[in-house]
């Protein structure tokens, strides 16, 4: 994906204060991070708001990571760390979850048939518990290692492999019950 | 389903969920950039005397007030000097906590945008529950503390018009105590933190 | 009166007395204590007043926020006995040699947020039953406290205040963790709350190696054991 010796030099600019710099990491990795997010919170406000901290704090810290480590996981947990405590602050505080609609014109077959696959998907991954939802979002969105994905959540690597073993699993279930129902 | 089907399924919808609200993600390296620029001591040295000089509330939050003012003067020295001086790799000049003192305190900032409250003050373990208050002396609405703290994790919540409110966004997360919201902050100490 | 009475009493006063030394040294002396305790009134001023000289001969003793704790609640509109019923889990954990600061710092939030006397009391109590276990679950993994100066018996010994430092964190984020709604058998969980207090503290607050050390040999069920304690 990215150079890694040329990542290595715009984090030392921005660490010299090039904010130039720091903007070009910004748009590298808001991607990733904000589906991250999305992935954990399920809420779009949500999500660009932690996307948002996500980057400020990283700048604010920058002196503190580790340069010999690698950045996505760092910059990913961080992330992380922010959407659980959003999430903590949801539980007491819920949002009424608006849908995200399909846009952009195309056969209104083609979007009837994606529109059902998605939205059982979505909504499937919704209810599924954070603690599964998470691992599979960091595999299946951010393409990562299940050593990376532990380092992020803080769990084993053991219990990544499991959770994203039953989370599947879960998955696949409610979108078959979906799919069964009349 | 096939074996790998929903391994491509999850794929696709998450890709396609980040792709259709993608769009909020525009202008965000300004957005982050220009907000990093705000976040620096305030270059107006006229404003910081004024609140200095300005009548507190005496004792103790005049004299809170006064350090906070004289930490941030010297924040402004030292930044000023860091930017003449050649760059040793160290932070840039973006600090929520800046400014050591040698038993390691460090000059916390509590900032709340409240516009239409009279009385703002924030009550945490470091003050054993009772409000210090915050001030806004150019009342655009924005009220300030500046507390220095040792190094240690502080929970605490603000006290808005007689109301406990402990959802600090600048706090580094959240616990709840008696059912209700507190606001937790680290401040750093060391090269550990 | 029994006849181990003079002799005890004896022991007391000259106890009193060095602690008026030790405490005076603190900036508290033990009569603004006896005041307090006597302005409840406690039924047991001296099981009270002895807890205090206990706690006030470890280096990290809460002394004015004791003090604190003990006025505040006696200003509040309760009965004598539920006051007291409130400080009872201090006295008992400063008698079993714990660090108080998180139940001290505790109460006085309950108090300050107007919350009723006997629910900060059901708090403080939970409270302290984390702090015996965790006490516990430490010296079951292989690490003890030694007095600061003495020699370590065993490499995993360390100074009293930083094992204190850690007695209070692992249970304070157990107990915050139960209060918020966690579930006890959610061990992963609360080792990754435990595993981000103890880092994010690392540094000035806690050494690294104290905190490695507990880390390495704590497990999530050793968590989940200490908290189902705290709720059954």
Known sequence: MYRVQDEVSLLRASLEGETEAWGEVISRYKDAVFGLCLGFLRNRADAEDITHDAFIRAYVNLRRYNLEKRFSTWLFTIAANLCRNRLRYRRNHPVAELPTQIRGGADPATIVARDDRHVEVREALTQLPYGYRAPLVLRFYNDLSYREIADILSIPEGTVKTRIHRGKAMLKQRIEEERDRP | MKPNEIDDILRDTLRQEVAETAGALSGLEEQILGELDERRPRLRVSDWLRQMLAPTRGGRIGQLSVVGATAAICLLIGFFVAQQVASDGNAPGIRLTPSRATDGSQEVLFVLPALDATDVSVVGNFNSWEPTALSDEDNDGIWTASIPLPPGRYEYAFVIDGRWWGQDPLADGYVQSFGEYSSVRYVGGGDGA | ?232
Not at chain 3, 126 to 151: C, H, K, M, N, W
């Open chain 3, 1 to 232: 009166m029994n006849p181990q009475g003079g002799r005890s009493r004896f022991a007391l006063v000259i106890l009193v007395l060095a602690c008026l030394g030790l405490s005076a040294a603190a900036g508290v002396p033990i009569s603004a204590f006896e005041e307090a305790f006597r302005a409840i009134p406690v039924s047991d001023p001296h099981r009270f007043v002895a807890a205090v000289e206990l706690g006030l001969t470890q280096t990290d003793f809460p002394a004015t926020e004791v003090l604190q704790l003990t006025g505040r609640v006696s200003a509040t509109m309760y009965t004598a006995q539920e006051k007291e019923a409130l400080l009872l889990p201090v006295i008992a954990a400063m008698e079993d040699g714990l660090p108080v600061d998180g139940l001290v710092t505790k109460g006085l939030e309950g108090l300050a947020r107007g919350i009723p006397v006997p629910q900060i009391e059901q708090s403080l109590r939970q409270r302290r039953v984390l702090l015996i276990e965790t006490r516990d679950l430490l010296y079951a993994l292989g690490i003890f406290s030694v007095a600061p100066g003495s020699p370590q018996s065993v490499p995993t010994a360390i100074p009293t205040p930083r094992f204190n430092l850690l007695v209070t964190h692992v249970s304070d984020t157990i107990a915050d963790y139960l209060e918020g709604g966690g579930s006890p058998f959610e061990g992963q969980a609360l080792y990754q709350e435990v595993r981000f207090r103890l880092t994010s503290l690392e540094g000035a607050t806690l050494k690294a190696e104290d905190v490695d050390l507990v880390l390495k040999r704590i497990e999530p069920s050793d968590l989940t054991r200490v908290a189902l304690a705290a709720v059954t």
